[in-house]
């Protein structure tokens, strides 16, 4: 895995857990035209809730292609320029998702969460102690405008 100047189909972002004794480092996001789509499509309707006192965010059963930890062939720190950057288009090898070191809980509930001003963060829970792994919050609009400026 690999930092790309170049937008391409997928990113990574910096994640964490709430687990005493697990660990998670980041998730890795495949951003298509159609996931690009559906993420505009939500972000509007989360826009709707602007002014409503109390709104949150609306949900969506959505999830990231894992979350993962950091090994010997991946340093989260390496990747990203700056403890102030969140996340970076990356490049993977062929069949290098498959050997990435995968947070050690088997998760499930996978929510994407938005807000009224298009930030969003992906969630799961641990299946059998419902531990929360998560991404950093993220700007869609921002994310999809990054992937396709200079692609090639």
Same mark, same amino acid.
């Given at each position: ?8 189909? @997928? ?22 035209? &159609? ?44 990747? +990203?320029?700056?403890?102030?950057? &969140? ?24 929510? +994407?969460?938005?807000?009224? @001003? ?15 792994? @998560? ?18």
């Amino acid at each position: 895995m690999t930092r790309s100047t170049i937008p391409t189909e @997928y990113i990574l972002i910096k994640a964490e857990t709430n687990a005493q004794f697990a660990c998670c480092d980041y998730a890795i996001i495949q951003i298509t035209a &159609d996931w690009q789509n559906t993420m505009l499509q939500r972000t509007e309707l989360a826009e709707k809730f602007k002014g409503i006192p109390y709104f949150s965010r609306v949900s969506f059963y959505d999830c990231p292609l894992g979350f993962f930890e950091n090994d010997e062939n991946v340093q989260i720190n390496k990747i +990203l320029n700056s403890s102030m950057e &969140d996340w970076a288009f990356i490049r993977l090898e062929e069949n290098e998702l498959e050997r990435l070191t995968e947070c050690d809980n088997q998760l499930n509930s996978f929510v +994407l969460r938005i807000n009224e @001003y298009g930030y969003a963060f992906y969630s799961a829970y641990a299946e059998y102690t419902g531990e929360e792994y @998560y991404t950093t919050d993220f700007n869609i609009r921002q994310m999809i405008y990054a992937s396709i400026t200079n692609r090639q």
